[in-house]
């Protein structure tokens, strides 16, 4: 099957031994900063009142959006 083959390449690629060191090097880096986003978000809510509507513009605009 063709589709087969392609799974099979695919996963064999991001399975690479340097995906995997890459992966397990930036993956503290990523979830604290979700952490982080995800900690300020409710801190807005719960303390200042803040809907959740109000608070997805801002982390638009802090993630590069309009």
């Known amino acids: 099957m063709i589709g087969e083959k392609f799974v099979l390449r695919l996963a064999e690629k991001l399975g690479s031994?340097?995906?995997v060191e890459r992966f397990v090097k930036?993956?503290?880096?990523i979830s604290t900063f979700r952490l982080?986003?995800?900690a300020?978000?409710?801190i807005l809510i719960l303390l200042?009142?803040?809907?959740f509507s109000d608070t997805v513009?801002?982390?638009d605009s802090l993630l590069g959006g309009e």
């Open 57 to 59: 513009g801002w982390v």
């Open 48 to 51: 200042f009142g803040y809907r």
């Open 26 to 29: 930036y993956y503290w880096l």
């Open 40 to 42: 300020t978000i409710a």
């Open 17 to 19: 031994e340097k995906n």
């Open 36 to 38: 982080a986003l995800g």
